[in-house]
Nanobody
Framework: QVQLVESGGGLVQPGGSLRLSCAAS????????VAWYRQAPGKQRELVAR???????DYKDSVKGRFTISRDNAKNTVYLQMNSLNSEDTAVYYC?????????????WGQGTQVTVSS
């Protein structure tokens, strides 16, 4: 069984920074693309950043230049460095990963971590 566990969320002032982590565990064979999504109250979940196994990245326009997605394959961990945060970044952040495990291939989600940007 595969699990994704996020950490690093919290309360930060406008202009501040946070780094989110998402660690995958279980009977993992390989991890292909990884991504971070977010969902603000009353809004749909949206893609924030994606990183393919080949190293290509894709970012939501409003976070380009402020957020950076990265991964540590040895640790099966993906990160989201968030700088210059503003109130519109307030949301629950979820990591997602396509993982090949001993049971097959699947898309997995973490439980979410709250990010609140407020003075």
């Amino acid at each position: 069984q595969v699990q994704l566990v996020e950490s690093g969320g919290g309360l930060v002032q406008p202009g501040g920074s946070l780094r989110l982590s998402c660690a995958a565990s279980g009977s993992i064979v390989s991890v292909s693309s990884v991504a971070w999504y977010r969902q603000a109250p009353g809004k749909q979940r949206e893609l924030v950043a994606r990183l393919t196994s080949g190293g290509s990245t894709d970012y939501k326009d409003s976070v380009k230049g402020r957020f950076t997605i990265s991964r540590d394959n040895a640790k099966n961990t993906v990160y989201l460095q968030m700088n210059s945060l503003n109130s519109e970044d307030t949301a629950v952040y979820y990591c997602n990963a396509y993982i090949r495990s001993l049971s097959g291939i699947g898309s997995y989600w973490g439980q979410g971590t709250q990010v609140t940007v407020s003075s």
